[in-house]
């Protein structure tokens, strides 16, 4: 089955001649509140009021379907009324959709910000047939232009709990977890999902892809996940 991973497009014809589409954001909002984004959890529902701020693009940015968004941290996707509608077509685990508004120069625009309270790393990684190893921190070899840390010890890893507790045991050490190469398992029944580690993102089947690739939504680039 075919999986790709979701990332904002980074090409300056798409985005833009800028670093990153987000400039910063405006307005009377309090980021330390209660009802700030900086309280959304890991995983689990979001069950408090939460609120945000107006977020602004660069004015050298193009707005896209998917926007680059500096104050995610990877936890949700920006996404345009057009993109939400596509979307929703789909079979999408559990979400949690909020409206926000994005100024472009002195247009205002509504998107969504998409949360999916749902880690499905547990039962969507093949644990037993990826492969992992404990490597340095901060010590890499250039194989093929390609920095890559550099591999103390091969690992065997069958659960994320199993993966949770190598992490901990590492923690305070010059040591951490990385994963080699991915394999998903068979018929993921989601044409959308999320994942926490080690295999960190969004993630959609090659039916929303092309789906995305067919309407001519902008600002998706997509990274392939064998398994």
């Not at 987000?22 to 909002?29: K, N, Q, R």
């Not at 890991?42 to 104050?71: M, R």
């Not at 951490?176 to 989601?190: R, S, Y």
Request: glycine share 4%; hydrophobic share 40%; charged share 25%.
């Amino acid at each position: 089955m075919d999986i790709f991973k979701i990332l904002p497009s980074v090409d300056p014809n798409v985005i833009g001649y800028v670093d990153i589409q987000m400039d910063d954001w405006i307005g009377d909002y309090n980021y330390l509140a209660p009802y700030s984004y900086r309280n959304i959890p890991l995983s689990g529902e979001i069950k408090f009021d939460l609120k945000f701020p107006t977020f602004k693009l660069h004015s050298a940015a193009k707005k896209t379907d998917l926007l680059q968004n500096k104050y995610s941290k990877g936890q949700t996707l920006l996404l345009s009324p057009k993109a939400k509608a596509l979307f929703e077509k789909h079979h999408l685990d559990n979400t949690q959709w909020y409206s926000v508004e994005v100024l472009h120069i002195h247009r205002r625009m509504e998107y969504f910000i998409l949360y999916m309270p749902n880690d499905r790393q547990s039962e969507c990684l093949n644990w037993s047939a990826s492969s992992f190893a404990i490597v340095h921190r901060k010590e890499f070899n250039y194989e093929g232009g390609v920095m890559r840390p550099i591999e103390v010890a091969p690992l065997s890893l069958n659960s994320f709990e199993e993966y949770l507790s190598e992490m901990r045991s590492l923690r305070d050490t010059e040591h951490k977890v990385h994963l080699k190469k991915a394999i998903l398992v068979e018929n993921i029944k989601f044409d959308l999902f999320r994942m926490r580690g080690p295999l960190l993102g969004f993630f959609c089947s090659n039916r929303l892809k092309t789906a995305i690739e067919e309407a001519g939504l902008t600002g998706f680039r997509f990274e392939p996940v064998h398994g």
